[in-house]
């Protein structure tokens, strides 16, 4: 709604300038009873019209879907429109108005003493003056400049719009591939996770079990939206957390720290919980000391996530996953939050930190 009234205040606007650019218009509306104004009016209503007609239903229905041929014919047709149309709906028109020769009435006789009539009164000149007569040259040409230019624009706005389509789907597609190549790599991990409690029989399995069905009811229902509430995803981060805590011991120095109210704020699903995958396969060695630290904070419509591990497990042995979900991780963040975010790392070989803050409007 707020787009078509964009549309009528532009169409308005526009209408204004045949009259203010009219050598007839003297600040009243009685230019509108000049019939040269009235024929350049008419064909810049038709000007405008046609540029919308164009780009709404011309370029969309026939050049896109490359019927060429009727797609000529209608511009040509429009072309004659804008043509004749306007010199066809003003008062004087050509030849309108004009006497036929058989119409003319010849002299009247007179005799030597009778002076005859002025020339003005035998031929009357009110439709030979300037611009009551136009040749089809000329309406043609009169009409060419504007038509083109709205021709060209249209089709330039056109071309715009389908780049403008064709990159959006594309990194839609390109989007919900990253999600796709996600979602197994974390459930992948978290059944690892399981599966280490049922080894050793750990009286923790059965809640683990709980929070993993918490956590794939999260991927199924959240995974189509490009958008999550945030405290719905720091739900599935904590979920995830306590599934990682499971199979650690007293050796992991681990803190978790939220600061801030998620009010209505939303966030693209899964883009940090990769960080925090990563450090329990890097920061937690049962041999040991090993620290994380996960902390998040919320300032007014920033989200500033943090994640610092010390690096007590180096030898990774499905590294290649982790650098694939890093990967996948990382982009997934430029796709959506493009110009919106800051990403940091620090490593010393002996410490690794993730500092990302997100602007989430």
Known sequence: MKKIGQHIILILLLLTIPIVSSPDF?????????SPFQREFIRFVFVVLFFYVNLNLFLPKLYSQKKYVLFVICILICFGIMVFVPNYLTAENGMAGRPFPSQMQPPAAHSPGNIPPPMEERFPR????????????????SSLLPFLFSFLSSLFIFKNIEKKELERSKAKAELLSLKYQ?????????LNSIYSLALFKSDDAPNGILKLSNVMRYVVQESSKDFVKLSQEIDYLKDYIALQLIRTDSSLDFSYTEIGETKDLQIAPFILVNFIENAFKYGFNAEEKSKIAVKLIIEENTLHFNVFNNIVNPTITDENSLKIGMKNTLEHLHQVYQGKY???TQHNGKTFEVDLKINLL
Do not use: A
């Open 182 to 190: 996600l979602q197994p790599h974390f459930l992948f991990n978290i």
């Open 26 to 34: 003297d600040g009243t509306l009685s230019v509108f009873r000049v």
């Open 342 to 344: 800051t990403f940091n």
């Open 126 to 141: 009110k439709n030979f003056e300037p611009g009551n007569h136009i040749s089809y040259g000329q309406m043609i040409f």
